[in-house]
Every structure is written in structure tokens, then in C-alpha cells.
């Protein structure tokens, strides 16, 4: 993490690579809360993110990715503190990737799966079932949408598979 800080004090800010070094110390932050639980953490985190996202529109270089990996954090943070509110933006979040990534990236049936996942808790905690419904319509298309022989074939099949079962249960 602090090689990472030095990175992004050291770049120029106009740099159309700023942004991935921001989100790049987002995500060793991020994981650094997930080993020491350390909410400042992951805070600090979503502000990388945050700002990533701020300078990739300039640049339009990999906004989705950055994207996903705001919507993510948010979505961590939601586990942790449960303001629904970061859920809410996290799907948002999610939903604006899906507009800048290509249908036929590998970050599209990421992004469809994450977004079906953010769903199904949203409908886990506040019971929308549209939220449901929706979440399954975005399992199913990042299966359509990932090659038979990619090693997130199964996991994106088993989340479609629980989101159905929680239909009928």
C-alpha cells in the first residue's frame, strides 16, 4: 500500500494512468480490510475508487472497471455497516458500468453477475421482489454472456441457480 501511495503522489494528475494507480491502492486497501477488518480501510478505499472514477471520465480508459470496483466496495461496506444507501449506490454504480462496457468484454458478464448479486441482497434485506427478478434477468445473461470454458462459467451457473431457488422457496 504505501509503494502504491507514492505511485499516485509521484503522477502527474494529468496522467491518463492516474486512475488505475488510484484504483489499484483502492483494491490493496480493500483487501487490507478483509485481513484486518478495518473499516477506515475500506473508506479509504471507496475514496480511491471514487477518484479513480472522477479521472477516468476524462479519459474514458477502463471507466467500467473502475466502476465495478466502486460499486464493489460499496457493496462490501453495505455487508459491514448495512446502510442501505451504499447498497442503493453500489447498483447504481454497477448499472452505469454496464453502459460503458462492452457486451462482449469479460468485465460485462463480471459486472452482470455483481450486479445480479447486489440485487439479490437488496432483495435479501428489503424484500423487493422486483429486486429478485431483476437479479435473476442479470444471472442469466452473464452465463449468456461467459464462454463455456471460463473459470467463472461455474460460479456465475451456481449464483443463477440460488437466485431461482430463492424464488420458489
Not at 500500500?1 to 509521484?10: A, K, L, P, S, T
Not at 475508487?49 to 465495478?68: D, P, Q, W
Not at 448495512?82 to 454497477?94: H, Q, S, T
Request: negative net charge; aromatic residues 8%; glycine residues 6%.
Amino acid at each position: 500500500i504505501r509503494f502504491w501511495e507514492e505511485v499516485v503522489v509521484r503522477m502527474p494528475e494529468s496522467s491518463f494512468e492516474r486512475a488505475k494507480y488510484l484504483s489499484n491502492l483502492g483494491n490493496g486497501l480493500r483487501a487490507r480490510y478483509h485481513v484486518l477488518n478495518n473499516s477506515i480501510d475500506l473508506d479509504s478505499a471507496i475514496d480511491k475508487y471514487e477518484m479513480s472514477v472522477v479521472e477516468a471520465k476524462t479519459t474514458n480508459i477502463n471507466l467500467g472497471g473502475f466502476l465495478i470496483n466502486l460499486a464493489t466496495g460499496l457493496t462490501d461496506r453495505f455487508d459491514c455497516r448495512r446502510n442501505k444507501l451504499d447498497l442503493d449506490v453500489a447498483i447504481e454504480k454497477y448499472e452505469d458500468a454496464m453502459a460503458v462496457i462492452s457486451n462482449d468484454s469479460e468485465d460485462s458478464a463480471l459486472c452482470m453477475s455483481n450486479l445480479g448479486s447486489a440485487l439479490h441482497t437488496r432483495y435479501l434485506h428489503y424484500g423487493d421482489p422486483e429486486d429478485l427478478d431483476q437479479a435473476i434477468i442479470f444471472s442469466k445473461d452473464a452465463v449468456r454472456n461467459t464462454l463455456v470454458n471460463s473459470p467463472h462459467a461455474a460460479g456465475y451457473l451456481n449464483n443463477l441457480g440460488a437466485l431461482i431457488q430463492d424464488r420458489y422457496v
